[in-house]
C-alpha cells in the first residue's frame, strides 16, 4: 500500500506567476483535502474534493483553485502568487466514504515566493 | 465556528520525565478530536483521535489523550518521554455534520523538546 506523495518538494517562483501542486492519493481513498502551512503556524484548510467534485472551501481567495482526477490524484493551483503564499502545501487523502475519520497526510511541497 | 487554541508554544522537558501537552477547542456543536505530530521536514502523522466513548484514549508512541467535554479540552500526555519525541505537537477538531465533511482545524502548535 503507498502512501500520500506530493510534487515537488520544494519550488521558488516569483510574485504574479502561477503554481500548480500535485498530490497521489493513497490507494483506495477517494477524498482529498489540501491545506496551507505557514512558518510557526498549523495547517489551514484550503478545500477538500471528493469523486471529483468540490466538498468544502476554507477561507482562500479563488485563485487558490483544485482539481481531482478519476484516478483521484489531485491538483492545487495557486494564482497570481503573492509572497503571503509562502508556505508548506500539504493534501491529505482519506477513506472511502465522505464519513471517514482519519486522514492521511503527505510530506508536502514548500513553495517559496520570491 | 470551530477553534483550537493549543496553549504552550514551546514545552522543553527531560528525557524520561512526563510531559503534558494542553489543547482548548470551542465549537457549537459536536466535535472529533485528533493530535498529529510532525517531525522536521515532514508532513503529519496521526498520534491518536476521540470520536466517541471512552473518554481516556490510547495512541502510538505511548502518547494518550483525555476528553473533557466540560472544560472543552483534550490534552495530550505521555509519561516518560524520548528524545525521538522532540517534534512540533497539533490538535486538531474536525466538526460532526460541518458542509465539509471532516475538515480539521488546527491548533498553532507546540514544539516539544526532549533534552538529554
Known amino acids: 500500500e503507498t502512501g500520500v506523495t506530493q510534487s515537488p518538494t520544494h519550488l521558488i517562483k516569483t510574485r504574479g506567476q502561477q503554481v500548480t501542486l500535485r498530490c497521489s492519493s493513497q490507494?483506495?481513498?477517494?477524498?482529498v483535502s489540501w491545506y496551507q502551512q505557514a512558518l510557526g503556524q498549523g495547517p489551514q484548510f484550503i478545500f477538500q474534493y471528493y469523486r471529483e467534485e468540490e466538498n468544502g472551501r476554507g477561507n482562500f481567495p479563488p485563485r487558490f483553485s483544485g482539481l481531482q482526477f478519476p484516478n483521484y490524484s489531485s491538483e492545487l493551483n495557486v494564482n497570481a502568487l503573492e509572497l503571503d503564499d509562502s508556505a508548506l502545501y500539504l493534501c491529505?487523502?482519506?477513506?472511502?466514504?465522505?464519513?471517514?475519520?482519519?486522514?492521511?497526510f503527505g510530506p508536502g511541497t514548500r513553495l517559496t515566493v520570491t | 465556528a470551530q477553534s483550537v487554541t493549543q496553549l504552550d508554544s514551546q514545552v522543553p522537558v527531560f528525557e524520561e520525565a512526563p510531559v503534558e501537552l494542553r489543547c482548548n477547542y470551542s465549537?457549537?456543536?459536536?466535535?472529533?478530536l485528533f493530535w498529529y505530530v510532525q517531525y522536521p521536514n515532514q508532513g503529519l502523522q496521526l498520534l491518536l483521535k476521540y470520536l466517541s466513548g471512552s473518554t481516556l484514549v490510547k495512541g502510538i508512541n505511548g502518547f494518550e489523550a483525555e476528553f473533557n467535554k466540560s472544560q472543552t479540552s483534550f490534552h495530550l500526555r505521555k509519561h516518560s518521554v524520548h528524545i525521538s519525541d522532540t517534534a512540533e505537537y497539533f490538535c486538531?477538531?474536525?466538526?460532526?455534520?460541518?458542509?465539509?465533511?471532516?475538515?480539521?482545524?488546527f491548533g498553532k502548535g507546540t514544539l516539544l523538546t526532549v533534552n538529554p
Open positions: 465549537s457549537s456543536v459536536s466535535v472529533y
Open positions: 490507494s483506495g481513498h477517494n477524498t
Open positions: 486538531a477538531v474536525s466538526e460532526l455534520g460541518g458542509g465539509s465533511n471532516y475538515k480539521l482545524t
Open positions: 491529505a487523502s482519506s477513506g472511502t466514504n465522505k464519513k471517514t475519520t482519519e486522514q492521511y
